[in-house]
């Protein structure tokens, strides 16, 4: 079984910058597409970005130029660097892990971006 488990969500001011960080527990960190969506109140959950098992990236538009998603294979572990946050970005924030038909989430961790 996969286990994960997201952290570094928080109360931020709108521009400011916030690092959530998701750790992988099991087998085969590397063969995973990771995935950060997040879901809004009233609202579906929706990609923010996503790192395949060769290190593409992919971006949701809305957060493009502003977000960055790595993974550390070696500390199973994948990142989402936040920058110039806006209050349309506060959700929770959640880690998905997904390999071929077999699909993980996080608990979850909540994002504020408000003055």
């Known amino acids: 079984q996969v286990r994960l488990v997201e952290s570094g969500g928080g109360l931020v001011q709108p521009g400011g910058s916030l690092r959530l960080s998701c750790v992988f527990s099991g087998w085969f960190f590397s063969n995973y597409v990771m995935t950060w969506y997040r879901q809004a109140p009233g609202k579906e959950r929706e990609l923010v970005a996503a790192?395949?098992?060769?290190?593409?990236?992919n971006y949701a538009d809305s957060v493009k130029g502003r977000y960055t998603i790595s993974r550390d294979n070696a500390k199973a572990t994948v990142t989402l660097q936040m920058n110039s946050l806006k209050p349309e970005d506060t959700a929770v924030y959640y880690c998905n892990a997904r390999k071929q038909q077999l699909q993980f989430w996080g608990q979850g961790t909540q994002v504020t971006v408000s003055s």
């Open positions: 790192t395949t098992d060769g290190g593409d990236t």
